[in-house]
Nanobody, 119 residues
Framework: QVQLVESGGGLVQPGGSLRLSCVASGSAFSIATMGWYRQAPGKQRELVAV???????NYADSVKGRFTISRDNAKNTVYLQMSGLKPEDTAVYYCNLKSLRLGVLYDYWGQGTQVTVSS
């Protein structure tokens, strides 16, 4: 069983920056695809950024050039560096781990961390 614990959310003014962290338990981190998703009130959960074990990244168009996903396999941690924050970035941000082992897809979620962008 994998547990994901996010941290780093909070209240920030427009144009500001935050760095989210997600620490994963378990030994499968280095071979997993890690991702950040977000869900704003009244909206569906959406992809923000993903980072494969091979280093490939994918970003939502709305965050390209402003957000950066990275990982430290030695610390079982994935980060989301957010800059140029906008009010529309306000949401609960969730960490996700996906790992395919022996033909079985394992899919885990963290509890979420609130990011509020407001003046």
């Amino acid at each position: 069983q994998v547990q994901l614990v996010e941290s780093g959310g909070g209240l920030v003014q427009p144009g500001g920056s935050l760095r989210l962290s997600c620490v994963a338990s378990g030994s499968a981190f280095s071979i997993a695809t890690m991702g950040w998703y977000r869900q704003a009130p009244g909206k569906q959960r959406e992809l923000v950024a993903v980072l494969s074990s091979g280093g490939n990244t994918n970003y939502a168009d709305s965050v390209k050039g402003r957000f950066t996903i990275s990982r430290d396999n030695a610390k079982n941690t994935v980060y989301l560096q957010m800059s140029g924050l906008k009010p529309e970035d306000t949401a609960v941000y969730y960490c996700n781990l996906k790992s395919l082992r022996l033909g079985v897809l394992y899919d885990y979620w963290g509890q979420g961390t609130q990011v509020t962008v407001s003046s």
